[in-house]
């Protein structure tokens, strides 16, 4: 019998052991983290988001298998402040990479995401564009491959690293990077970027893509203008050069048929990539996110460029799938492009880091609708400020220094975005407005003296 009790023991431990080792086993590793990251993508030129005309089905697939967060923003519609953003966290006014030439390196007691990312035990990985100031590495990405540091170029790239020579269109080689990590063994979870530079100009898709819309087909926007009402300080830059003025339908059609081109293009590549990720079996354990950096114009208001505070260049897509994310679900939360630090995060147990001051939406992505920003902010150089809500906007055009040249006008434009979603109508003198415009005016002027701003103080 004395045997018998010591057999029981025995067993019991043995299986209580195996039971804890088992609990342990079933621990679910961290997730993965793909961020797909476009450049001057409309949040509006996605066909699973309600635009006909565009061939989208790759991520129309991300669009279907996850939630799409339909009012995502950015807070500086233009490449790298917009980038430091979405890597610090923080907003322009505490980035730094921002005025006058959007040159200057981003706070450096600021933590970054990569880093924050790499020290939780990821492995992290960067292909395509950097325009961020600095190396990949001062950023915490400890693996790159085809590195793009200018803010744009030819989409027709020959990049030399490591005594290699790669040729080949944009959107295909940095693919092809993703897709040689993915093939890659991995003994310790992941945070890959695919930065593209498509669709940002010049306008010039591949092979079938350069035809695939025709122009005379294109629908024109809604508030398409020949020029734009206002002087912002924006007319000479770059980016309205790329059509004479007065703004032609021709011309505009044209530009949509390319621009619509390079989106479908691109798109093919992100299939691409998501097929890899199957075929390594690493899709049910990684979180894919879809965004870019800003909207663009091309023929709203008159405009071509991203540099304005309308819907066309703030909005941007922000799609995410993976375990714990509602699939066909879409979001009318409203959020930040650079909110996506602290929801990773949050996501996956790492602690946010103090210096963020962007917002998590985890709860969003699994059908909360409480609100995260009551107020959401726009600031671009010296030139505009705005603040809106969900049903309105204020926006504030500064008579500023411009590289040496007072540039813009003084003025403030208001638009009632419930009634007029196209900010067709300024409705500043309007005097059934007049408390609403009052307390968005004190609004920007608190949160401009909080972020010591230097546009607080008049010209």
């Given at each position: 019998m004395r045997q018998i009790l010591i057999f029981v023991v025995i067993i019991s431990l043995a299986?209580?052991?195996?039971?804890?080792?088992?609990?342990?086993?079933?621990?679910?590793?961290?997730?993965?983290?793909?961020?797909?990251?476009?450049?001057?993508?409309?949040?509006?030129a996605i066909n699973a988001l309600g635009n006909p005309y565009i061939n989208t089905p790759s991520i129309d697939r991300l669009v279907n298998e996850g939630t799409s967060l339909v009012q995502t923003y950015t807070e500086t519609p233009t490449c790298a402040p917009s980038?430091?953003?979405?890597?610090?966290?923080?907003?322009?006014?505490?980035?730094?990479?921002f005025y006058p030439g959007y040159t200057q390196a981003a706070n450096k007691s600021l933590k970054r995401?990569?880093?924050?990312?790499?020290?939780?035990?990821?492995e992290t990985f960067w292909t395509g564009k950097f325009n961020a100031h600095g190396k990949p590495s001062e950023w915490g990405v400890e693996q790159t491959s085809l590195i793009f540091q200018r803010g744009m170029g030819d989409h027709n790239m020959t990049i030399n690293?490591?005594?290699?020579?790669?040729?080949?269109f944009s959107s295909e080689i940095f693919a092809e990077a993703m897709i040689e990590f993915l093939n890659q063994p991995h003994d310790k979870p992941f945070f890959a970027t695919v930065a593209f530079t498509a669709p940002h100009d010049p306008r010039t898709p591949p092979g079938k893509y350069a035809t695939m819309y025709k122009p005379n087909e294109m629908p024109l926007p809604a508030n398409i203008l020949s020029k734009y009402n206002f002087n912002d300080g924006y007319d000479s830059i770059r980016d309205e050069k790329l059509l004479p003025y007065?703004?032609?339908?021709?011309?505009?059609?044209?530009?949509?048929?390319?621009?619509?081109?390079?989106?479908?293009?691109?798109?093919e590549q992100i299939g691409r990539i998501m097929d890899a990720l199957k075929q390594n079996k690493l899709d049910e354990n990684t979180i894919v996110i879809y965004t870019s950096d800003n909207g663009l114009a091309i023929g709203h208001h008159g405009l071509m460029g991203k540099f304005s505070f309308y819907d066309h260049s703030l909005k941007v897509p922000l799609i995410m799938k993976g375990p714990g994310i509602k699939g066909q679900y879409k979001s009318d939360v409203r959020v930040y492009l650079h909110d996506l630090f602290p929801t990773i995060c949050?996501?996956?147990g790492i602690d946010i880091p103090s210096t963020v001051e962007a917002k998590s939406f985890k709860a969003a992505l699994n059908g909360d609708n409480n609100i995260i920003h009551k107020y959401m902010f726009g600031s671009l150089s010296n030139l505009k400020r705005s603040v809106s809500t969900k049903d309105y906007k204020l926006i504030r055009h500064y008579h500023s220094n411009w590289h040496g040249k007072m540039k813009g006008t003084d003025e403030y434009l208001f638009f009632d975005l419930k009634n007029d979603p196209l900010e067709i109508k300024n409705e500043i003198d309007n005097p059934e407005f007049g408390s609403k415009i009052a307390e968005l005016k004190e609004v920007l002027k608190k949160r401009q003296i909080e972020k010591k701003d230097f546009l607080s103080a008049e010209y």
């Open positions: 299986c209580a052991c195996t039971g804890k080792q088992a609990e342990k086993n079933q621990i679910v590793k961290q997730p993965n983290i793909l961020l797909l990251f476009s450049d001057d993508h409309q949040a509006a980038r430091a953003a979405l890597l610090t966290g923080c907003g322009s006014l505490t980035h730094g990479t995401w990569p880093q924050v990312m790499q020290e939780a035990g990821y690293e490591n005594g290699k020579e790669t040729k080949g007065p703004r032609t339908i021709d011309d505009v059609r044209k530009e949509l048929a390319d621009y619509y081109g390079l989106i479908s293009h691109m798109d949050d996501i996956t």
